[in-house]
Every structure is written in structure tokens, then in C-alpha cells.
């Protein structure tokens, strides 16, 4: 008999063992790349209404179409995202937001625009159930609200590049070749896709509250999910006229357009910080981030109703609570879902998703209606008691919430 011990085996490190980070950064490169169709075709709209036959309605309403779709397409993306591997999901966002972009790019009337971003809006019903599902089989418990930071803050970063490209790109080049370039960054985040890999569930070994994910749906009440869902598309409301008017509210408030350009960048990049440093900071009282969502939802009520007196002071604070406030909570709610929802990340994502993609949908057409009817300021102050009833409507789900 040999005495020789047995060579030892020697294992691979998990995918879980590796960090939930690298993956993380996959997810929220499909997030970008979702919404990227739909604020390249905004930041382009005036070139598009130039050189096309397509309306500024029609633009409208594509963008409208492009919510619309995300919002109404919720609850099938969720079991879509609770059942196919999560790289999957990531590939089908990527694939579909470069097909938005491109058959953008060769739009030359309403229904090419609006199919295009009827697409688009399709692969933008994915990120926030893949997100919540990656978030809760991948992420610690203690760094839950940093993480729906992270995705939160793909929604205030999406801008930018469409941005860019219609100073950089579009002048000399033209809108189509922007949209072209702009289809770059989901085929990139292909590349990344595979990082998305749940591995093994961190449920099964440790949840976000320590609850049993068997007993998880009956502990959260159906009635606080219906509230801060309801919640989430008034605030939306209110934080995106905001954000889709601002400009047209900052010259109306004596600025000049470069002046209030310049001011929405720093803006949205402010509104970013704002995310991710309000996740990392909720991780240390995970129980007070719905009273924070309130708090940053009533933030964004007032600076609306800032911008509404018309001078420049008043719309620099209020655009800068308006936007970097009241557009910052939006990862903290998805947070506070998926604690109220312990172990059903894809379903809390659906939940989110529904609530602010519905107030997304309604905001273009509705500000613009009022605005024309009654005039900015009026517009702008229905928007800020729109978004002081999601505050309301935040706050009542919270003392409805079950006790921890």
C-alpha cells in the first residue's frame, strides 16, 4: 500500500469570492447603455426636426412611447430577469439599445423615430430587475444601499454622453452620426456583459434583513409597495420636468442657453455624487432610507418651486435641489424595496421601475401641454405640488410599513 498522502485538490475560487464589484460595473453599463437611445434622440431633437419630416410631437411623442413601453413592460422584464442567466439579460439590454440607436440613425419619418425607441424602451424594462437580482444574490447586506447607489446614479450619468456627442459630434458631422457613434457604448458594454454573473445566492447563506426568503413575501404589505411605487411616479413627475425643461426654465429665468446648458451638466454630474455619497452613508441606518427618500423627494418639491419665482438665484438653488435632490433618491427606494422585499430583488426592481418609467412617460406631454396653456412658471409649480404629493404619498407608506 503506498504511503504517499494524496495529492490535494485545488479548487477555483468562486465567482461569489472574487466581489460583487467587477459585475456590478457590468450591470451598470447595460443601465447607461438602455437609456442612452432615448436621451440621444432628445439632446438631437432640434437637428432631427431640421433635417427630417419628423415633428417636434412626433420626437415627443417617441420619447413618451420609449417610458411608456418601460413602464407598462415591468412585470414580463421581471420574470424575464428572475429566469434567464444574468449575463443573458445583460446581452439583450446591450443588443437592443444599439438596435434603438442605429435604426434612429436612419429615421427619416415619425414611425422610424418612434419604433426605434419603442425598442429602446423594451430593452429599458431589463436594468432595474437585472439590477435588484444582481444586487441581492451578489451584494452584503451592509452594502445594499451603496449598490442601488451605483444604479441609481446610471440613470444621472446616461445623459452625458448624448450630451457630448450632440456638442461634439453632431455639429460637424450631423445628428445621424452621433446616434451612430452613441451605439458605441452598448456594443462596449457587450464586452463586459459576462461579468454579470450571480453565482452562487448570497439568500441562501445571508439576506439583506436576516429573514427567511420563504416567509419574505408575506412580511412586506402589499399596501406600502403600492404607495411608494405611486410615490416614485409623482416624484418623477416633478424631478423630470426638471430635468427634460431645464434649459427652456433657465432662459425663461433671464439665464442665457450656453449659461443654462452649462448648469444642467454640472447638474446631472452633482445629482451623481449626490447617489452614490447618499448609498454609501444609508449603508450605516439601512431603517432611515425611505425617510431620506422622503426627505430628498421634498427637497425636489421646493426647488421646483424655487425656479418658478424667474430669476436667476432662485433658479440656480431650486435647479440644483430639483435635480441633484430630487432626482438623488431614486437608489435608496430601490434599497428600501428590496428590504421590503428580502430575497426577491428582480420583483423590487420591477416594482421601482414601474413607478418612475409611469411619471417618465406622463412628464413630456403633460409639462409642455400646461406650459403652452398657462405658462412656464404655473407649469413649474404644478410640477413642485406633483412632487410634494409623492413626498405625502412616501411618507404614508412609510408609517405603514411593517415594524423590522
Not at 432615448?38 to 432631427?48: E, K, Q, S, T
Not at 446581452?91 to 418612434?114: E, F, H, Q, R, S
Not at 430639483?322 to 421590503?340: E, H, N
Amino acid at each position: 500500500m503506498s504511503t504517499l498522502a494524496p495529492t490535494p485538490i485545488v479548487r477555483r475560487p468562486r465567482p461569489a469570492d472574487r466581489g460583487p464589484w467587477r459585475g456590478m460595473g457590468a450591470v451598470v453599463a447595460a443601465a447607461v447603455a438602455a437609456m442612452t437611445p432615448v436621451f440621444g434622440v432628445a439632446a438631437l431633437a432640434a437637428p432631427i426636426e431640421r433635417g427630417t419630416e419628423i415633428s417636434g410631437t412626433a420626437v415627443g411623442l417617441a420619447l413618451s412611447g420609449f417610458f411608456a413601453v418601460t413602464a407598462l413592460g415591468s412585470g414580463v422584464a421581471r420574470r424575464v430577469a428572475a429566469r434567464l442567466p444574468l449575463p443573458a439579460v445583460l446581452l439583450v439590454i446591450d443588443l437592443l439599445a444599439a438596435a434603438a440607436l442605429l435604426l434612429a440613425a436612419v429615421a427619416n419619418g415619425p414611425a422610424g423615430l418612434i419604433g426605434a425607441l419603442l425598442i429602446g424602451g423594451a430593452a429599458n424594462t431589463l436594468p432595474q430587475p437585472a439590477a435588484g437580482r444582481y444586487v441581492a444574490a451578489r451584494v452584503p447586506g451592509h452594502r445594499l444601499s451603496f449598490a442601488t447607489g451605483l444604479v441609481g446614479a446610471a440613470l444621472g450619468a446616461a445623459p452625458l454622453l448624448p450630451g457630448l456627442l450632440a456638442g461634439l459630434v453632431a455639429g460637424p458631422y450631423g445628428w445621424r452620426t452621433a446616434l451612430v457613434t452613441a451605439a458605441a457604448f452598448p456594443v462596449l458594454a457587450l464586452c463586459v456583459a459576462p461579468l454579470g454573473r450571480t453565482g452562487p445566492a448570497r439568500q441562501e447563506e445571508e439576506s439583506a434583513t436576516g429573514k427567511d426568503d420563504e416567509t419574505a413575501p408575506q412580511a412586506a404589505d402589499r399596501r406600502v409597495l403600492l404607495l411608494w411605487t405611486l410615490a416614485a411616479g409623482l416624484a418623477t413627475v416633478g424631478s423630470n420636468s426638471a430635468a427634460s425643461y431645464f434649459i427652456q426654465i433657465g432662459t425663461h429665468s433671464g439665464l442665457s442657453t450656453a449659461t443654462a446648458g452649462l448648469m444642467q451638466s454640472l447638474a446631472g454630474v452633482l445629482a451623481i455624487a449626490v447617489r452614490l455619497t447618499a448609498g454609501g452613508v444609508a449603508d450605516r441606518e439601512p431603517r432611515h432610507n425611505p425617510a431620506v427618500v422622503a426627505a430628498m423627494m421634498l427637497s425636489g418639491a421646493l426647488g421646483l418651486a424655487l425656479t418658478a419665482f424667474g430669476t436667476p438665484v432662485a433658479f440656480i438653488v431650486g435647479a440644483v435641489l430639483a435635480v441633484a435632490g430630487g432626482w438623488g433618491w431614486t437608489g435608496l427606494l430601490l434599497a428600501s424595496v428590496m428590504r421590503l422585499l428580502d430575497g426577491q430583488g428582480a420583483r423590487a426592481g420591477a416594482w421601482v421601475q414601474a413607478g418612475l418609467f409611469s411619471g417618465a412617460a406622463i412628464t413630456p406631454f403633460a409639462f409642455g401641454a400646461v406650459a403652452g396653456a398657462v405658462g412656464i412658471p404655473a407649469a413649474v409649480l404644478l410640477a413642485a405640488v406633483t412632487a410634494l404629493a409623492g413626498t405625502c404619498t412616501m411618507a404614508a407608506g412609510i408609517l405603514l410599513r411593517p415594524s423590522a
